[in-house]
């Protein structure tokens, strides 16, 4: 299986030519290679891989957010599946020959709840036991059976069992979050350095993702910039928001916890607008951002406003896995860098929001 590209230099189809053909960034499949335009991989698409991008459960995340109700107020707007491509197209320019694997970077978010990471736990729901679910049932399972595609070989990659960069290894960087990153840093306006060029700067060791030492330095920078936006009021309010109405619409006569999490995001924004429960504070905190405060749980200011009105939240995990620098630890290659990562645990996680 070819994924046309290598290490080196790679050529990127022309985005020229007669109106009606389609673009190398097309989405269903149609030019048979797919240019993700962050990475500026090319990559040419196996009968299997056009198939999925063309199957519903690929198809509905076109129509999640990757940032979830951070979109509301920022422009963290591109959609999980972006995300997904971006993966897929990494794993394709390390690991080209690989079908499972490839295959398991097209799937591997498939499980993802309307709105993401902001909706996930809600009523006990867990993207990684969704998406195993949507791998055993049609029509995933009919498409990768037609395709001869072993689902237990992609299933084994994408919980872990069999060691894969797409996985990686606990604490470290592995392409999935390799991708977030540097995605997530361009749309906050972080990204300093080309992705191609980043791209140059890095291999695979063990699983995990190894970088030169400059290479290192600028993906720590991203994963802080990451932290910081996981933590500022432009996640926290807007995301402690939703999942307030989420629950409220679960609670009451609204769907299923089943549909819910085969919901796309314009459906749960119509959803809280029919519901009398949630209606109002879904029209709020989509026109009205700008009216909620948020303050770290431990900080004393306002609190009787905030007992009176309020409602805590706190961040389910920040993310700060480390690349390998040169295929050694990063504590040891270069510390002045590990202790940026461990700096980011001193951000805070418990917040009060209220509206003002």
Known sequence: MESGSD????TVPDCGGAAARAVPTNVVGMPGVFTDPLWRIPVRLAPVEVALLRSAPL???????????SALSTIQSYSRLEHSLGVFALVAHFCPADEPLRVAALLHDIGHLPLSHTCEGVSGLDHHVLGRRLLDTDPIRALLLRHSVAAETVAAVLDGRSPSPLTGRPGLLNLDHLDSYVRSGRAAGCLDADPAALLRGLTLRDSAVSADRATAAALVRLVGAEARLHTSWDNVGPVSVVRRLARRLLDGSGPTAERFARMTDPQLWSAFETCAATRAESIRVRYEPHRL?????DRPADRDADRASGWDFSLRKIYRSAPLVDGAPVAAAAPELAAELVALGSLPTAFRVRWT
């Open 293 to 297: 405060a948020v303050v770290p749980a």
């Open 7 to 10: 290490n080196g230099a790679r």
């Open 59 to 69: 198809r509905r995340l076109h129509f999640i957010a990757h940032g979830g109700a």
